[in-house]
């Protein structure tokens, strides 16, 4: 089996609601599809969606990357070979991380379905079937907005919730102080600051989310300040969770060397795909840390693989970012996968081979 060709074409979902973060606000989801197809016509679906604002990666410059750069340098390759994969793409291009992912998708789901497998158990899972919890992900707004859509998807099942914060510790803390009382003591509280507190106010900030009934803060600082988070860390007022900070195994490996989280937020296309954040993953379980499987987030095919990585390791005790095709009008990839999450909080991992999105023939 060799790699013959490749397809890429962009799609575009509206949002329900513009989805705010502390570095940038996004009208639209935009995802760049891959479709790698062998030889003898099978196919394997990977996806990409730049967060520029996030990632710095633009959708012209990734689609770049992908036809000029990584994707040919993988025709002619056995699409099995996931680590010669990574060499050839990294000798063709340093860095374009969502690039390689979108490629390491695609290849995996191809593999996995030649091996006749859901992705979950060829990534190393036990469960032939799986329920995945996901965190539920308020993007920012009014207090009221927040705390009603927290309490919301509370209601409905969602046993995490995540609240984007970071543009000011003091509303933060009301934030967190009012959702508390809106969800039930079981649902787990997170804070994402995106590194939006400054390092001479973090530690108050921290402490006084505590109080206010936070579980874990994700990225209070800027990726360079790993001083700064693992004193956080110390305090031991909260978990703290490193995102930013994990672009790659390299990285995972000075957060872990310097004590500067408890939990990795490990995204797939942020770090280069599956085979990269299965990596960061296995040094995350060798130091004793959680991980959670993070999104920017993506459309369909993207948001299955974070599902199966999920499910296929036993340490991603924080749950997964699930949200992105419950977020916009209309998922256009994988829309049957999701269609029971929102009155649940739970993906049911599909048992068709490969990644499940149901997707045939050429992407463009």
């Known amino acids: 089996m060799r790699i013959a060709s490749f397809h890429t074409r ?23 599809v891959v479709e790698v197809r062998t030889a003898d016509g099978a196919s394997g679906f990977g996806e990409a969606s730049p967060m520029t604002a996030y990632t710095g990666e633009t959708l012209a410059g990734l689609g770049a990357a992908v036809t000029e750069h990584v994707a040919p340098a993988l025709v002619g390759r056995d699409p099995r070979d ?25 290849l995996h789901d191809l593999a996995a379905r030649d091996a006749g497998w859901p992705a979950h158990l060829l990534l190393g899972g036990g469960r032939v079937t799986a329920e995945v919890p996901t965190t539920w992900v308020v993007g920012l707004g ?22 984007k914060g ?36 973090a530690a108050r900030a921290v402490g006084r989310l505590a109080d206010a009934g936070l579980d874990l803060v994700e990225q209070p600082l800027p990726r360079w300040d790993l001083e700064g988070m693992a004193a956080l860390r110390a305090r031991g007022a909260v978990r703290v969770m490193a995102d930013e900070s994990v672009q790659s195994a390299h990285d995972a490996l000075e957060v872990v060397r310097r004590g500067a989280a408890d939990v990795l937020n490990i995204k797939i296309l942020k770090v280069g795909g599956l085979y990269r954040a299965r990596q960061i993953a296995a040094l995350a379980q060798t130091a004793g840390l959680a991980v959670k499987i993070g999104t ?30 419950l977020l916009v009008e209309e998922e256009p990839l994988a829309p049957a996968a999701f269609a029971g999450t929102p009155g649940t909080g739970l993906v049911e991992l599909p048992l068709a081979p490969g990644l499940g999105h149901g997707l045939e023939g050429t992407a463009g």
């Open 142 to 163: 009014t207090l009221d907005e927040m705390a009603e859509e927290a309490a919301r998807y509370a209601a409905a099942g969602f046993r995490h919730v995540k609240l």
């Open 82 to 106: 996931l680590a010669g994969a990574h060499a050839a793409m990294d000798a063709a291009i340093r860095g374009q991380h969502l690039a390689k992912a979108a490629l390491d998708l695609a």
């Open 296 to 325: 920017m987030p993506e459309l369909g095919v993207a948001t299955l693989a974070a599902a199966h990585l999920s499910a296929a390791l036993p340490h991603a005790t924080v749950p997964p970012d699930l949200v992105g095709p």
């Open 10 to 32: 962009v799609v575009r979902a509206r949002y329900r609601r513009p989805f705010v973060i502390s570095s940038g606000t996004s009208p639209d989801l935009v995802s760049l």
């Open 166 to 201: 970071g543009e000011d510790p003091a509303l933060d803390v009301e934030l967190v102080a009012a959702v508390r009382k809106a969800v039930p003591e079981s649902v787990e509280l997170s804070l994402d600051a995106n590194e939006g507190y400054a390092p001479g106010d």
